[in-house]
């Protein structure tokens, strides 16, 4: 629950006010279910799907899980904008959590406040700006092209095909040096569901007065866009991720991610489908400073003693500004996982640089300090903004359909308290995510276990 929470405020905090202002409500139904590709294209009917309902103005997000071959109803999220509330639905325990926007609201200012004292209470680190100097890196050139044509209808639906190929080229000095090349395909038509969406309170930025850190390397970016974007309601995408040499080859790359609609209705839709079900155990969310308590969010408790034998070591991280999992709470997995294998234990450090993180780690007692610069999480739907897989689809991102496809860039350091470096790389992920969160976290901890095995 406090992970969920947490990549919900997170994600919602991301998205603009503009994307959330008020639109004119019909009279509209709309059921729809997606299923994930595999590599070839194919729906894949070992995944689970997801359920969509949308009925005027209530959205209702279902999920599911594969239960010996068959698909299994576990959770469903309700925004239901006639009476100004959110419902988390777990059906395997029989259990109902009811927020009302009004909490959400006072939700958001106090997760703004308390990122502010988070802020400050870093060592070191100036408002709005990690302790470390960014360095210039250099030059990206990208070049988006847009291609669209009529398709065979679907559903009863006319539907046009629309191709976006992104080609990325970057200098030897850029802070993601190489070339690469990224096609999505999109099968879309008219439907227009009006989506429910909460209030979201612009001046919990400014009563919270946090800034994010500077990046550590910022490379010239150059743009160019050839060809004219057309969106629409989703009925099918791809992803297909392409080397350059398979580019030279002609050959369209695998498809990395994507979904499909496989089953649309826009018959009448009952209302008790947005309601609580009758008999359902009422819950409650734990509050934020319950959760900061315990330890999910908040500055670095107290090291406990280390004992004799064994190799400490102090975990230190910069997350750039919108990604889909709370610092403190990534830097906690990692923590976790080190402290589980014989011989090591592990504490959280405040830091944003690796100099800094060396310097609070010798108050530690720490051996080693592992410093990730993550340059790039992301969570996408569709291609556009950031949102936590929890609450997504009732914002109005997932209206389109699909799973969220998460991508991690980044890279660790792990070094001796005198600055001698031990070993370090890089790591990239692109994945379909469902619980972007986690599997940010399980990026990082693979990382770790890389950096244990070099010091090995």
């Not at 009004?102 to 004292?117: L, P, S, T, W």
């Not at 592992?370 to 689809?393: C, P, Q, T």
Request: charged share 25%; proline share 6%.
């Amino acid at each position: 629950m406090r992970r969920t929470l947490a990549s919900v405020l997170v994600a919602v905090a991301a998205v603009s006010a503009a994307a959330l202002a008020a639109s004119s409500l019909q009279r509209f139904n709309l059921h729809y279910e997606t299923r994930p590709l595999d590599e070839s294209g194919a729906v894949d009917q070992g995944e689970a799907p997801t359920g969509y309902w949308y009925k005027d103005h209530r959205s209702r997000i279902d999920s599911y899980s594969m239960e010996g071959g068959r698909p299994e109803l576990q959770s469903s999220f309700v925004m239901d904008c006639d009476s100004s509330r959110m419902l988390m639905i777990d059906w395997r325990n029989e259990t109902v959590t009811e927020t009302t926007f009004e909490e959400f609201q006072a939700m958001q200012r106090q997760a703004m406040e308390m990122a502010a004292r988070y802020g400050a209470a870093l060592p070191g680190a100036p408002a709005g700006a990690a302790a470390g100097e960014s360095r210039p890196g250099g030059t990206v050139e990208v070049t988006t092209a847009w291609s669209d044509t009529l398709d065979d209808p679907r559903f009863g639906l006319t539907v046009r095909r629309v191709g976006m190929v992104e080609t990325r080229t970057a200098s030897a000095d850029a802070c993601t040096p190489g070339d690469s090349r990224s096609e999505v395909r999109r099968w879309i038509t008219e439907l227009n569901p009006p989506i429910c969406v909460p209030p979201f309170d612009v001046t919990a930025f400014e009563a919270g007065g946090f800034a994010p850190p500077a990046p550590s390397c910022e490379d010239r970016v150059v743009e160019r866009t050839t060809g004219r974007p057309r969106h629409g309601f989703v009925l099918r995408e791809e992803h297909r991720r392409i080397s350059l040499a398979e580019d030279k080859r002609g050959d369209s790359g695998h498809i990395t991610s994507g979904y499909e609609v496989t089953t649309l209705s826009l018959d009448s839709l009952a209302d008790s489908l947005f309601a609580a079900p009758r008999g359902f155990e009422r819950q409650s969310l734990p509050s934020l400073g319950d959760m900061a308590g315990a330890g999910a969010i908040g500055a670095p408790g107290e090291a406990p003693p280390k004992a004799a034998g064994i190799v400490r070591v102090a975990v230190a991280l910069r997350l750039p500004a919108g990604a889909p999992v709370v610092p403190a709470q990534a830097a906690e997995d990692v923590v976790a996982w080190i402290s589980g294998q014989p011989g090591y234990d592990a504490v959280r450090l405040a830091a944003l640089d690796a100099d800094a993180a060396r310097a609070e780690a010798a108050g530690v007692d720490a051996d080693y300090v592992l410093f990730y610069d993550v340059g790039k999480a992301e969570a996408k739907v569709s291609g556009r903004g950031l949102l936590g897989g929890a609450i997504g689809g009732a914002l109005g991102e997932r209206a389109a359909g699909g799973a969220l496809h998460l991508e991690v860039r980044g890279r660790w350091e792990l070094s001796r308290l005198d600055g001698g470096r031990v070993a370090r790389d890089e790591f990239e992920e692109e994945e379909r995510a469902e619980d972007p969160a986690a599997q940010t976290s399980a990026v990082l901890v693979a990382a770790a276990r890389a950096a244990l095995e070099a010091l090995r």
